[in-house]
């Protein structure tokens, strides 16, 4: 359930981010919905990155734990 956690929150977190840099550009520069669409759109694409580096970080994580013989965390 840890994993599924940390991956979800790198997701979340990157939609969540560039959502509130799209609210506040469009909120100073008055162009409503444009920068919000934008930057949501990054920060999805920012969390999908973030979630494969970080499970292919945990793979490798876990493979080298598995050559070593070492219980996997």
Request: hydrophobic fraction near 55%; proline fraction near 3%; avoid cysteine.
């Amino acid at each position: 359930m840890g994993v599924a956690f940390r991956l979800s929150t790198e997701l979340v977190a990157g939609i969540f981010v560039g959502g509130a840099i799209g609210l506040g550009l469009d909120t100073w520069l008055g162009t409503k919905p444009l920068f919000l669409l934008i930057f949501f759109f990054l920060g999805v694409a920012a969390g999908i990155l973030n979630v494969f580096r970080t499970a292919k970080q945990m793979t490798a994580e876990a493979e080298r734990n598995a050559g070593n013989g070492k219980p996997g965390a």
